[in-house]
Nanobody
Framework: QVQLVESGGGSVQAGGSLRLSCKAS????????LGWFRQAQGKEREGVAC????TVMIAESVKGRFTTSQDNANLYLQMDRLKPEDTATYYC??????????????????WGQGTQVTVSS
């Protein structure tokens, strides 16, 4: 069973930075795809950044401000020049497909508990 534990959320003023971390454990063939998703209050969950051994996808809304990286079983999301519209609960996700045509939920089977990011203006 894959387990994902996020950390690093918090409150920051607009223009600031935060770094989220996700520690993944469990069968490696079940977490070939790793990703970050977010859900703002009253909105649907959306893909922010997705990564597997051959592909990195970054949502247009955060491109140039957010980057994602992987180090063994750890996944990171570096968020710079944060905006109030980045306020959301951020989730780490894992899936075993090993490929993806989009940074979308359908490629992910396992989810972390989420960490809150709040950006004030």
């Amino acid at each position: 069973q894959v387990q994902l534990v996020e950390s690093g959320g918090g409150s920051v003023q607009a223009g600031g930075s935060l770094r989220l971390s996700c520690k993944a454990s469990g069968p490696s063939n079940s977490r070939r795809n790793l990703g970050w998703f977010r859900q703002a209050q009253g909105k649907e969950r959306e893909g922010v950044a997705c990564i597997n051994p051959t592909t990195v996808m970054i949502a247009e809304s955060v491109k140039g401000r957010f980057t994602t990286s992987q180090d063994n079983a750890n996944l990171y999301l570096q968020m710079d020049r944060l905006k109030p519209e980045d306020t959301a609960t951020y989730y780490c996700a894992a899936g075993g497909a090993g490929w993806m045509s989009a940074c979308a939920e359908r490629y992910y089977s396992y989810w972390g508990q989420g960490t809150q990011v709040t950006v004030s203006s």
